[in-house]
Every structure is written in C-alpha cells, then in structure tokens.
C-alpha cells in the first residue's frame, strides 16, 4: 500500500508589471526569489500564529524566463515541521500572457524558523489547519479556523 502524496496549496498569485523587469522584458530573478520568500511565509503561517522568518533558501535554478504580463503561481508543501521550524517546498509556474500556456518556472526549499520578539527561536504547536484548503470558506459549517494560539501569539482572528 503506497502513502498518499500530500497536495500543494497555492500561497500566492501575482501579475507581472513592469516595474519588476529589467530592460529585456524579462522579471528580475530577484523578485521572484521574493515571491518564494513570501509564499514559504504564508505556509508556514499554517503552522500558528507566530514570528517566522526565513532561516534558508536552497538551490534556486531559473527553467524559463518569466515575462511581462505572465500570472506568476506560487505552490508550498510543508516538508517538515520540527520543534521551531518548519521546512517548505515551493514550486513556481508562469502562465503566459499570450497564450495561456503554463510552464515551471523554479523551485526551492525554504527553512523557517519561529522566533520570539528577541528573535530567539521558540518551540511551535503547529495548527496544520490554520488555512483553510484551497476552495473552502473560512469559518463554514465543518471546516476548521484554527488553533488556541500559543502564550504571545496573537490571535488567528484578531481577537484578543
């Protein structure tokens, strides 16, 4: 019996515009490396209502070219979750703008790490089910909202 592949969430999706090309047309690498930032945050986030910041990035090779007017996606898998960090794979994909037609633009892996207001790591309860899945609405009849954050955490809602 084989072990089910867990599934990818889309983290983020963006529009390129020009101010993040350089003068070939193409998106700087830069950004990107700033969008898989973002979207390794947004994942980890799922974990609980902490301070993550990224800890490392591995390997970053670019596949294709992302051009302007391409939907850039952004999808995370948590690999692992430790004591105080989390490690997150994410895949980058372009859909052209003129065609429609979606290629893989890069992946990494991101270690994140919980940190408290000293920027000291500290110990996470992870709350996997902080995020709704792709397709749910938060707070609907039968899909979980979240976790009782940990001492110092805010709130998932804001709530005091």
């Known amino acids: 019996m084989s072990t089910p592949t867990p599934e990818r969430r889309l ?6 515009m020009p101010r993040d090309t350089n003068p070939y047309g193409t998106i700087f690498g830069g950004v990107i490396l700033s969008y898989i930032d973002q979207a390794g945050f947004v994942e ?10 990224t800890a490392s990035i591995d390997r970053v090779d670019f596949k294709a070219p992302v051009m302007l007017g391409d939907i850039v996606s952004l999808y995370t898998l948590t690999e ?21 037609d979606v ?9 994140l790490v919980a940190v408290n ?11 996997p089910t902080m995020t709704p899945a792709l397709g749910t ?20 809602t804001g709530a005091a």
């Open 117 to 127: 207001a000293a920027c000291k790591p500290i110990p996470f309860r992870s709350a």
């Open 80 to 100: 692992r979750a430790g004591t105080s960090s989390v490690t997150v794979r994410v895949q980058v994909e372009a859909e052209r703008y003129l065609t429609g």
């Open 11 to 16: 983290a983020l999706r963006i529009v390129t």
């Open 137 to 156: 609405t938060p707070g609907a009849a039968g899909t979980a909202t979240g976790s009782t954050p940990g001492p110092g955490s805010p709130s998932p």
């Open 44 to 53: 980890a986030r799922t974990h609980g209502a902490h301070r993550w910041v």
């Open 103 to 111: 290629l893989p633009v890069t992946e990494a892996t991101l270690t």
